[in-house]
T-cell receptor, first 117, second 112 residues
C-alpha cells in the first residue's frame, strides 16, 4: 500500500520559535495533501488542503499566517508553525491522496508530536 | 460534506464479531464510504472502503444497504490488538476536493 512519512516524529521547542514538519508520499504522487491536528482524546481536525503548485485552502478558524503550508512537489508538503506557543502543542498528522483515485482515499502519515514549552 | 454518526464507544470480548454502524443520511451520489482505525499517537490506518453492497478484505467486511444512508463495519473474531478508535467517513473527489471531515469515531475496547 501507499506509504506516507512525516519528519520529525516529535519535536520540543521554546515558545516563539518556528517549527517545520515535512510530509512525504514515498511511493506515489500525491496531487493533494491534507494537514490535521489532533488534541488528546479528540478526533482529527482538518486544518488545510494543499494542492501541488498552488496555495493551500485553510479551514475556517485556522490562521494561515501562523500555519504556513507549502506543497512544492508531488511528493512533499511542509507545515511550518510560526511563532509557536504552548497552545499549539498538539499531534499533527498529514495525509496524501491522488486525484486519480476518485474515491478520495487518503493515506496518513504517522504523525508529529509538537510540544511547545 | 455528509455528516456521520457513530456510537461513541463499544465493548467486546476476544473472539467475538464486532459490528459498528455508521449513519450518513446526507451522503452524496458520488461519495465513497471509508473506515479508518487509529491507535493512540499514530496516524489513522485504512481498513476498508466501499460504494454500495458488500465489500470484504482480509481484515473486515463493509455492508452498505441500497439507500447508502448507513454502513456497518464488521470485524470478525476481534483480539485485544483491535482495541482502537474507528472512524467512518464519507467523501471523494467528485464530491468536494477529496477532503474528509472526521467525526468523533467509535472507541472499541476489546476485553480478554
Amino acid at each position: 500500500g501507499a506509504v506516507v512519512s512525516q519528519h520529525p516524529s516529535w519535536v520540543i521547542c521554546k515558545s516563539g520559535t518556528s517549527v517545520k514538519i515535512e510530509c512525504r508520499s514515498l511511493d506515489f504522487q500525491a496531487t493533494t495533501m491534507f494537514w490535521y491536528r489532533q488534541f488528546p482524546k479528540q478526533s482529527l481536525m482538518l486544518m488545510a488542503t494543499s494542492n501541488e503548485g498552488s496555495k493551500a485552502t485553510y479551514e475556517q478558524g485556522v490562521e494561515k499566517d501562523k500555519f504556513l503550508i507549502n506543497h512544492a512537489s508531488l511528493t512533499l508538503s511542509t507545515l511550518t508553525v510560526t511563532s509557536a506557543h504552548p497552545e499549539d502543542s498538539s499531534f499533527y498528522i498529514c495525509s496524501a491522496s491522488s486525484v486519480r483515485a476518485l474515491s478520495g482515499e487518503q493515506f496518513f502519515g504517522p504523525g508529529t508530536r509538537l510540544t511547545v514549552l | 460534506l455528509a455528516k456521520t454518526t457513530q456510537p461513541i464507544s463499544m465493548d467486546s470480548y476476544e473472539g467475538q464479531e464486532v459490528n459498528i454502524t455508521c449513519s450518513h443520511n446526507n451522503i452524496a451520489t458520488n461519495d465513497y464510504i471509508t473506515w479508518y482505525q487509529q491507535f493512540p499517537s499514530q496516524g489513522p490506518r485504512f481498513i476498508i472502503q466501499g460504494y454500495k453492497t458488500k465489500v470484504t478484505n482480509e481484515v473486515a467486511s463493509l455492508f452498505i444497504p441500497a439507500d447508502r444512508k448507513s454502513s456497518t463495519l464488521s470485524l470478525p473474531r476481534v483480539s485485544l490488538s483491535d482495541t482502537a478508535v474507528y472512524y467512518c467517513l464519507v467523501g471523494g473527489y467528485s464530491s468536494n476536493t477529496g477532503k474528509l471531515i472526521f467525526g468523533q469515531g467509535t472507541t472499541l475496547q476489546v476485553k480478554p
